[in-house]
């Protein structure tokens, strides 16, 4: 087995669903180890704080813990996505008043990326299509997804890894499938996803890490010449965990400033189960 | 039969349909009056338009027209939705490199606005929910549609008919659910939908009508403040036509100056079958 829609073994999703008409949920891409999940916790908090900024109903999390237990049961590696709509519901935009929202999990399996990512770095394009502003859904991992979907579309090299994405103001935000962070002199910067852009598991984790580990990581606005002139760049999500990134347009980085310990204690962290 | 689901009877959608899964698609809301689709080349139109800008194939009109009639069939009053998606596709925001896309029509019976909708004005509240600037996905009635679910659960007064939007940058843009437009003298205002907002069907009727009626549209930049400062304000929709608007927030209008030939044309045409 390997989906189920609201705890029933099936492949379908009503017409009605809300997820379908207007992308009226969330979702969540969990990396799957020896039949359990990584970073379980982190992935439910980010859910149930989106089910809180949207207005969805929260679901029981060992309900949800159990189904996707029970999904990854037997699998040595895989992806498991778990969406959460806002459920069925008559026509037009306003959330009904007996809301029932539906859970759609779904797992597959995975091959890691291959050992040359992490040694030769990651090779990003810069984007057109541009991330717009939009405090009221900035930081969640909604489904309403057509920014991404029209920047992956940009292109088709398959030595490409991934797409750098500006906002609307030029600001650097994340790539299409990941966070993003760099280090310049002793210093760490992130973006900041106050107006868009999603707020990844693993990002979490390492703004949490980085106290302990004795690092500062700056999270606020930045140009693109900012990440440009960065000593190492990387990207993080919870299925790549933690990537150095080699080229970025026309810009090359070398290898040799990419080991830090706070990227060795990171990687680490993002295989822990139930984390 | 109230539902087809490419072509076939039936209420359910797989879940790696990509409408649900990053809601990569566009959809139509028809008026159906006796039988027979109003409007259907402006929405045919909008959605071929919608499809190229996504980069969706085209699906061929006539069978498209076929199943909105087989649907609209026997019904005098009712309301046909139309989605498109860019169909099923494994995991990850690239569209697939052989799309079937997806479309899934369903009918219901609509009860058309009481008389007094159009004699009294409708009331509007102006919504906190900004609208993200966003010119890739502006004009097309795509999936996409969290900012008007958002928008619409700010209110469960049943007395408020609507809720003005404006965008991030304080433009005046359209409401939840309709476009809006406005009479200052003799000159006629409707916002520019460059950079967000859903360019409606009626709205593109009306800015064809106009020229032929002697009258001036300017498709421009305002803000509230020009809005409130109008002699006349309505909204339009394919449901609905064009409504008078009596209120917004604390302004209020004065019925005498709502009926205009432009009105009278506009409200005619609407519910011109096939046009």
């Known amino acids: 087995m390997d989906v189920l829609v609201n705890g029933l073994a099936q492949t379908t999703v009503g017409y009605r669903d809300r997820g379908l008409q207007y992308g009226d949920g969330l979702f969540e891409t969990i990396l799957i180890l020896d039949g359990q999940p990584c970073l379980w916790h982190r992935h439910w908090r980010r859910l149930t704080h989106g089910c809180k900024r949207l207005g969805i109903p929260l679901l029981a999390e060992p309900l949800l813990r159990q189904e996707v237990e ?3 049961r037997g699998r040595t590696h895989a992806i498991l996505k778990l969406i959460v709509t806002r459920g069925e519901g008559p026509r037009g935009y306003r959330p009904p008043d007996n809301q029932q929202p ?3 999990l779904s797992v597959s399996d995975w091959q890691a990326p291959p050992e040359e990512l992490y040694r030769d770095g990651a090779r990003l394009i810069v984007c057109n299509t541009r991330l717009g502003l939009q405090p009221a859904l900035a930081g969640i991992k909604h489904l309403n997804r057509l920014e991404q979907v029209l920047a992956r579309a940009e292109w088709s090299d398959p030595s490409v890894h991934d797409g750098l994405m500006l906002d609307q103001e030029d600001r650097v935000i994340e790539t299409v ?24 598991v ?16 700056a999270v606020a606005d930045y ?29 090359v ?11 060795s204690l990171l990687a680490q962290q993002v295989h822990r ?3």
């Open 70 to 72: 029970q999904l990854a």
């Open 102 to 104: 539906s859970r759609i």
């Open 177 to 200: 499938n990941a966070n993003i962070l760099w280090r310049s002199g002793r210093r760490w910067h992130t973006p900041s996803l106050q107006r868009c852009g999603v707020a990844g």
């Open 202 to 217: 693993v990002r979490d984790l390492l703004l949490d890490l980085a106290g302990g580990a004795g690092e500062d990581i």
């Open 223 to 251: 140009a693109l010449e900012d990440l440009l002139t960065a000593d190492a760049v990387y990207q993080t999500n919870s299925l790549i965990g933690i990537v150095p990134i080699v080229r970025i347009g026309d810009r």
């Open 253 to 263: 980085w070398d290898s040799s400033s990419w080991s830090h310990p706070l990227v």
């Open 273 to 275: 189960v139930g984390a």
